[in-house]
């Protein structure tokens, strides 16, 4: 039998342990442990939760859990997943868990470090699971200020800037979250002048057409914040650049997708009306995030921004896909969720692998690594065709499927955006190539770069681990599209039954 | 006197038995080592606390002066609490100082006077109570006897106190000629007729505002703050400040509760400009003294929010808020008092590198700043949550989006101080402190409330259960 709350007691067990340890091995032992704990079970979950789906299990959540937590509120601790939280869980695993192998290195408070890390994922399961919206909200705010720390102690460059810009602009989309979220709540009935903070209530509810108007906007973009909607996508790339190895990975890998999973599951899943109504302003904006993110990559210089803008290009499409509200760009979306987790993941690696034995990240004074360093640099040339959307790799899939469902979209505007959006994968194989290019090939730059020693197990692992993720779910999308559909599925029914209602 | 009045004023009684033993131990002179009476005085208020958490009878003296229950027993032992974690704080500074007793005596009759005022029925007690209070806290101020500062604290704040009596003592005294009572139940009903009584009101008000040091009657609060020692600024903004906000919810609900309308107005102006100010103010500040008397007034704010929703859920927040805000600011206060003894260090930038040599100290403040600025998972999250939860009940977003956009210009400066503790490097960082053992407890005892109490939801459930009573 299936409990949730295991997976938040793991995290917590380890970041106990990680407390507790007497020296920097132990450290990273434990946390290591406690990550491929985590990864194991999330797998069950998966398993079981797919065998279940097969047997033919209709319920919109599986392994609802509900505890009442402070009564006179009406919140509870209500936790439940679905497919795509499923999704989401199994990515956190693998992300946290290569993250770890990664910073295996980390010198400087190692025992900190790793408790930050730990008590990140704390927040980003909790996040994935819950499904009141109170403790989904505690948990959204649980893994914003370890960032500031892991950024501000451990980060390279302008980390303090960085650092306070990042903290602060997610807590200002976690305000404008709240706000939206006590509107919503005081909107709900649930009898005897009670107001719920369940999501699965609400989402049977009528919510006012005129309350959904001002609440749409406050959720969508709070959560929007988080993963770098325009244009509140500025703390982005500095976030990424100066975030140590580990937490780039993370932020990039999960962190965004906080938002992302926001905007689907809070803001278009409860208030459909609104998000039709608002759907060309987010088509718009995500358009926007699309190209621009794309050509400012092309000006970039430095690896980590290199990928942090070309993330912000492919967040976009994340909220393109939602923004679509037909079924197979939602899908779309979901998928292009993991799959950016994974590649970017990846890609942060690699980048945390060059830079940790050339110490720059300048694209212009590196070259030639593949000589030296073959494992690395296939593993960045990896990471990088995936992110320009090389068949085979996750990212085809997930970009294909947001197209396709985007295209069901009739109305001329819809469909010029997605020519558009389309338009920027050339873009994207302009800086991606040139970037692999100019580091992996031609001459060696620097006499130094003859002497670097390539990647050790950890490393090894970490990326091999990462690179079957993306491949699995390139070669295989219906594996994921499987897993996810039955239940966008479910969202769609809220959407398109508001309209024909209305 | 019968065994009602030991009953019912169970709490006072013990408190004045404390005063008294103290004084006799002043007058016999019999133990000379500071350390031993320091320990004598922290058990017995460690068991003054205890004492307050069991056999509590409800009920009213003198016919309807004093009156007593569950919600005042509950804030009585908030008061109790903060001022044995306080006393544990101070040990490292006290123990060198020649004028130990009277501290200890000084500093138990403003509690008792809080005790009275908190549970008076009557403006006249209430009165009593409140002068009680604030007279010896202008003599505590000026406890760092060499310090010029702690002295002009001193002034400032009998100053200002005396002049917040004055209004609060006009405005009873026209409440008093007009309804020809001074008893609250009495009075409630009389009033709300005439302009006169609407000044009164405003009066009193206004004097309540000065104690609060809420926006624009929070001038004198800083310098006040800055010059006094630590632990009695800690007891200022903590202490003093929590039984100030009970005896107000009480004369906002009971005695003025036909002003709803017109003091939500007044409330909705002041929050409004007691948390922007006290934000805005609080960025600018070097001198943590001043930057957590600034932080503080924004905190009033809020709790004024959920006040002035007006329900019980407000009321049980706020008195929840004050609970959770006694532990975290306790705690800061108690690393920032530990540096102030050991060192004389009281500027944010001396605190960079803070973390170098010590870690448990680090992790106290940096826990107790987030329970402050409402970070999940310190109990300081559910508290602002459930303040803006329920002032956001009135259906005031405009109000609420303020004070929540607040709450991000609050995390601001704490971070900015978590930055100094954690990540500014310093040639020259403060040193590995040794705090004494009572110190570390009562860090401990904070750090414990600062995260577990948001989890504890009975506690907030007993809280809105009484308060509903």
Redesign the interface.
């Known amino acids: 039998m299936i409990n949730l709350s295991i997976l938040l007691i793991i995290p917590l067990v380890t970041a106990v342990l990680v407390m507790l340890c007497r020296n920097a091995a132990q450290v990273r032992m434990t946390a290591l442990l406690g990550s491929v704990v985590q990864l194991g079970y999330s797998s069950l979950i998966m398993f079981d939760y797919m065998s279940q789906r097969a047997a033919g299990n209709k319920s919109p959540m599986l392994y609802e859990a509900k505890v009442s937590?402070?009564?006179?509120?009406n919140?509870e601790y209500y936790v439940g997943v679905d497919g795509i939280s499923v999704a989401m869980i199994m990515l956190t695993a693998v992300v946290v868990m290569t993250g770890i192998l990664i910073s295996w290195s980390v010198e400087k408070m190692t025992k900190e470090f790793f408790f930050l890390i730990v008590l990140l994922s704390f927040g980003a399961y909790g996040f994935f699971i819950s499904l009141d919206l109170?403790t989904m909200f505690?948990?959204l705010?649980?893994a914003?200020?370890p960032k500031?720390?892991l950024i501000?102690?451990w980060g390279s460059g302008k980390?303090?800037y960085s650092?306070?810009k990042l903290?602060?602009m997610l807590?200002?989309g976690s305000?404008l979250v709240?706000?939206g979220l006590?509107?919503l709540?005081?909107n709900t009935d649930a009898g005897n002048g009670m107001h719920t903070f369940d999501l699965m209530k609400i989402s049977h509810m009528h919510i006012s057409i005129e309350a959904q108007r001002?609440i749409f906007p406050l959720m969508f973009v709070g959560f929007g914040v988080f993963t770098a909607i325009f244009p509140f996508h500025t703390w982005a790339p500095d976030g990424h650049s100066s975030a140590p190895t580990a937490a780039s990975m993370f932020l990039a890998g999960i962190s965004m997708k906080l938002g992302g999973y926001g905007c689907l599951r809070v803001a278009a899943f409860l208030m459909p009306e609104a998000a039709h109504e608002y759907s060309w302003i987010i088509i718009l904006v995500s358009t926007i995030a699309i190209i621009y993110g794309a050509f400012a990559t092309l000006m970039q210089t430095d690896l980590k921004y290199i990928n942090a803008y070309s993330s912000v290009s492919h967040c976009g499409f994340v909220i393109f896909g939602i923004g679509m509200l037909t079924k197979t760009a939602i899908t779309g979306a979901v998928m292009q969720m993991v799959s950016h987790g994974l590649m970017t993941a990846l890609f942060f690696a690699a980048i945390g692998m060059i830079y940790e034995r050339t110490h720059t990240r300048q694209v212009a004074q590196l070259g030639g690594l593949l000589k030296t360093i073959p494992f690395i640099i296939t593993v960045f040339v990896i990471a990088g065709l995936c992110s320009l959307g090389l068949p085979g790799l996750s990212g085809f899939a997930a970009e294909m499927t947001v197209f396709m469902g985007s295209w069901q979209n009739p109305d001329t505007f819809y469909r010029v955006s997605t020519v558009l959006a389309c338009a920027s994968i050339v873009v994207t194989a302009v800086y991606i190539l040139r970037a692999v290019g100019s580091t992996g090939m031609g001459p060696i730059k620097n006499a130094d770069y003859l002497t670097f020693k390539d990647a050790r197990w950890n490393e090894k692992l970490a990326s091999v681990t990462l690179i079957l993720c993306i491949l699995a779910i390139g070669m295989a999308p219906f594996w994921l599209t499987n897993l996810i559909s039955p239940d966008t599925q479910i969202i769609m029914d809220n959407i398109s039954r508001s309209v024909v209602g209305r | 006197m019968g065994i009602e009045y030991l009953q019912i004023m169970k709490s006072e009684m013990i408190l004045t038995g404390i005063i008294f033993f103290l004084l006799f131990l002043k007058v016999w002179d019999g133990i000379k080592s500071n350390n031993s009476l320091l320990h004598i005085t922290n058990v017995l208020l460690f068991l003054n606390v205890v004492a307050g958490l069991f056999f509590n009878t409800n009920g009213e003296l003198f016919s309807g002066m004093f009156h007593t229950n569950n919600t005042l027993v509950l804030e009585k032992t908030i008061l109790n609490v903060g001022t044995f974690l306080i006393s544990m704080m101070a040990f490292d500074w006290l123990k060198d100082h020649k004028h130990l007793l009277e501290f200890y005596i000084l500093l138990l009759c403003t509690l008792l006077g809080m005790d009275f005022m908190i549970s008076s029925g009557n403006l006249l007690m209430f009165y009593l109570g409140l002068e009680l209070s604030s007279i010896p806290l202008a003599a505590l101020c000026n406890y760092d006897l060499h310090s010029i500062k702690s002295s002009e604290s001193a002034v400032k704040m009998i100053l200002s106190s005396a002049f917040a009596s004055c209004i609060l003592l006009f405005g009873i005294s026209m409440l008093y000629g007009t309804t020809g009572t001074l008893n609250f139940v009495e009075m409630a009903p009389l009033l709300g007729h005439g302009n006169l009584q609407t000044l009164a009101f405003i009066f009193v008000f206004a004097g309540f505002a000065f104690k609060l040091s809420s926006v624009p009657f929070h001038l004198w609060t800083a310098d006040v703050y800055e010059g006094a020692p630590v632990p009695v600024t800690a007891y200022l903004s903590v202490i003093s400040k929590a039984s100030i906000v009970f005896i107000f919810i009480t004369a906002l609900f009971q005695l003025f509760q036909n002003y709803g309308p017109m003091w939500y107005h007044m409330l909705y102006l002041s929050i409004l400009l007691t948390i922007t100010v006290g934000n805005l103010f609080a960025i600018r500040q070097d001198n943590i003294k001043r930057f957590l008397a600034f932080s503080s007034i924004a905190q009033v704010g809020y709790i004024l929010l959920g006040i002035s929703s007006g329900t019980i859920?407000g009321v049980s927040s706020a008195l929840f808020f004050l609970m959770v805000y006694t532990f975290s600011n306790l705690g800061a206060f108690g690393v920032i008092s530990l540096v102030a003894a050991k060192t004389g260090k009281d500027k944010i930038s001396d605190f960079k590198g803070f973390y170098t040599h010590n870690k448990f100290a680090s992790w106290v403040m940096a826990i107790c700043l987030?329970s402050l600025a409402g970070?999940?998972?310190t109990a300081g999250?559910f508290a602002k949550?459930?303040l803006?939860?329920a002032g956001?009940?009135k259906?005031n977003?405009w109000l609420?989006?303020i004070a929540?956009?607040n709450?991000?210009i609050s995390?601001?400066y704490y971070?900015k101080v978590?930055?100094a503790i954690?990540?500014?490097e310093n040639e020259r960082p403060i040193e590995k402190l040794h705090g004494s053992l009572s110190l570390k407890i009562a860090l401990t005892i904070c750090i414990f409330g600062a995260i577990t109490m948001g989890f504890a939801?009975g506690l907030?459930?007993y809280i809105?259960t009484i308060t509903g009573k």
């Open positions: 937590w402070f009564s006179n509120l919140i109170f505690f948990f705010e649980v914003v200020i500031f720390l501000g102690i980390k303090e650092a306070m903290a602060l807590m200002g305000a709240l706000i006590l509107c709540y005081f001002f | 859920m987030f970070i999940p998972p999250f949550m459930f803006v939860t956001a009940a259906g977003y609420i989006s929540v956009m709450m991000v995390l601001f971070l978590v930055k954690f990540i500014d939801s907030f459930e809105n």
